[in-house]
């Protein structure tokens, strides 16, 4: 069998095979003699009917199997070979016949990329402490507070910082409206009828809420941003954009006591101690898992430091597909309209793409790890696994699995185990450092 493999940029490879006749007929013999063995033709005993006609009778599934074990076998020696990690093997094209009974096919491989490992033990990480700030859980007793205001209209004065002003606006850029401007939809930032704002620094666009400070009910301003380089809409960055505003109405809110009253309307019997202490654990609990997160975000920043490979386009292609959708998902869940996704969907895909090589190169580092580390998953572990994500969806386990495997979800799920165990040996064997100077992602 004459193998030869050439490989191109991007992890792609071409397999070229040459199967000489001997092999082939040999390999096609056996074929027949299994199905002679165990055919059942009319008038003939089974193992007695000629080959002749056992040939002509199955001759598309005798060609199939040969095909399918030659291809197969050709694949293997590839391997042993060319010492090579195939991702995918592709489909079998240009298989020919040869009149001398000699076989050749040629094969589009996806190869894993090849690289070597950085260092990856006792890596420095550093963390602030985990003891719960105090001003934490201040701010949540304060937005716990704001959540249960009553709002009333203010009258007499002029808009001030911490004010709630109800707003129509509309906006243009170069004298345009905005969506005539990008040519097509600018969502929230085009108009709005009733628009809530707080005359807070941070509230809609920076720079905006504090211009509406000095305004009277029924009184209408023009208010000019310059939208930063970084703004999501590519078009719009470090573009001056118009708003003409008019203050409809502005409220005050007024804040509950902290106390057992409030505590009843939150949960029926409870106190406010009782909740202050939820609030504590819960927030507590939370700091744990981000600095958890911390620690493998360093750790997973510094591998994409250090080592820079290509990547199959394939994989990047699906990939940035599949964090473009997640991306949409979450915000249509957090109230984005579908012309405002339809906007801002360049912006999307380029972040999409991004996100999708650092996961790859990510992903492959890790499973690399494992491997030199022989970090495995067991069958018990797969099966103890699943089966606890069976009784959390209260469905039969063995019927859970079987899907499963049907589905061919099976190899996925056991990566992704892999992969959490490589994690956790990457944390358990890093040197963490507690200062105050660290943060973590909010």
């Known amino acids: 069998m004459n193998i030869v493999v050439e490989k191109q940029p991007k992890c792609v490879a071409t397999l070229r095979v040459e199967i000489p006749s001997d092999k082939v007929n040999g390999q096609r013999d056996q074929i027949v003699r299994g199905y002679a063995n165990k055919a059942r033709i009319q008038g003939f005993r089974p193992g007695k009917a000629p080959r002749a006609l056992v040939e002509k009778r199955f001759q598309k599934e005798i060609t199939e ?12 020696e590839a391997l042993k070979q060319e010492s090579l990690k195939v991702l995918d093997f592709g489909i079998p094209e240009n298989l020919v016949t040869n009149p001398d009974g000699s076989m050749s096919f040629e094969s589009k491989l996806t190869l894993a990329p090849d690289f070597s490992l950085p260092d990856y033990k006792n890596l420095t990480v550093k963390v602030p402490p985990l003891a719960l700030p105090e001003e934490e859980l201040d701010a949540q007793l304060q937005a716990l507070r704001e959540r249960f ?46 628009f809530w704002v707080r005359l807070d620094e ?26 930063p380089d970084d703004f999501p809409v590519n ?21 509950p006591e902290l106390d057992d009253e409030l505590a009843e309307k ?3 019997g409870q106190t406010m101690d009782g909740i202050k202490s939820i609030i504590r654990e819960n927030l507590e609990g939370e700091r744990r898992r981000k ?8 750790i997973v920043s510094h591998f994409n430091e250090q080592v820079d490979f290509e990547l199959p386009e394939a994989l990047i292609n699906q990939e940035t597909q599949s964090q473009a959708n997640a991306m949409i998902s979450r915000g249509m869940q957090s109230g984005m309209s579908k012309e405002e996704v339809t906007s801002q969907q360049a912006e999307i895909m380029a ?6 090589v650092a996961n790859l ?57 892999v992969i959490g165990k490589t994690i956790d040996f990457l944390v358990e064997h890093a040197t963490v450092e507690e200062t105050a100077d660290a943060t973590i992602d909010e």
Not at 152 to 172: K, L
Not at 202 to 224: H, R
């Open 235 to 255: 078009d719009l960055q470090n573009k001056e954009i118009t708003f003409q505003v008019t203050l409809k109405e502005l409220k005050e809110a007024q804040l």
């Open 149 to 194: 205001a009553d709002f009333s209209d203010i009258e007499g004065r002029a808009a001030a910082a911490g004010d709630f002003a109800v707003i129509d606006y509309s906006s243009t850029v170069e004298g345009k409206p905005t969506e005539e401007f990008l040519g097509k939809s600018a969502g929230y930032l085009s108009s709005r009828e009733g």
């Open 202 to 227: 941070k509230a809609f666009l920076p720079g905006f809420a504090l211009q509406l400070e000095g305004m009277n009910v029924g009184d209408s301003k023009e208010i000019t941003l310059t939208l």
């Open 361 to 417: 190169r990510t992903n492959f580092i890790l499973q690399e790890i494992a491997r030199a580390e022989n970090i495995t998953v067991s069958d018990n572990e797969l099966v103890n696994h699943l089966a606890q994500i069976a009784a959390q969806r209260k469905v039969a386990p063995k019927k859970f699995i079987r899907d499963l495997q049907r589905e061919g979800r099976l190899s996925n799920i056991r990566s992704s185990m």
């Open 65 to 76: 199997e040969l095909t399918g074990a030659l291809v197969n076998e050709a694949y293997d």
């Open 291 to 298: 600095i958890d997160d911390s620690k493998v975000n360093q």
């Open 266 to 268: 939150l949960a029926p």
């Open 351 to 356: 972040s999409a793409g991004n996100q999708a």
